[in-house]
């Protein structure tokens, strides 16, 4: 769990990161490994956050752009995320 204490604390002093995306981020963490892909309904996220899709699209683009999330695969709807390993031991 330091590590995502790491990453956490990196997203979070990003001025670059909107309070979307650090709202998106928080959730996704307690979620989503540095190893394997989970799965991810952009829909799901927004009902859980009380967000419009479009803000949450928008916040996982920031995320993938800025390097803290990965793409993987999609499995049926949902696309599959996980932390980049590379960050595990650097500045985000």
């Not at 769990?1 to 979070?12: G, L, R, T």
């Not at 959730?27 to 956050?49: G, I, K, M, N, T």
């Not at 009380?50 to 800025?66: C, F, H, S, Y």
Request: glycine fraction near 4%; proline fraction near 4%; hydrophobic fraction near 40%.
């Amino acid at each position: 769990m330091q590590h995502h204490d790491f990453i956490s604390k990196a997203v979070s002093t990003d001025r670059d990161i909107t309070l979307e995306a650090l709202r998106v981020f928080t959730y996704l963490s307690r979620r989503l490994h540095f190893d394997r892909p989970v799965p991810v309904l952009q829909s799901e996220l927004a009902d859980a956050l009380g967000m419009q899709r479009p803000n949450v699209n928008r916040a996982i683009k920031l995320l993938e752009t800025k390097h803290i999330l990965l793409r993987d695969s999609k499995l049926g709807r949902a696309i599959t995320f996980r932390l980049n390993p590379e960050l595990e031991g650097s500045r985000a």
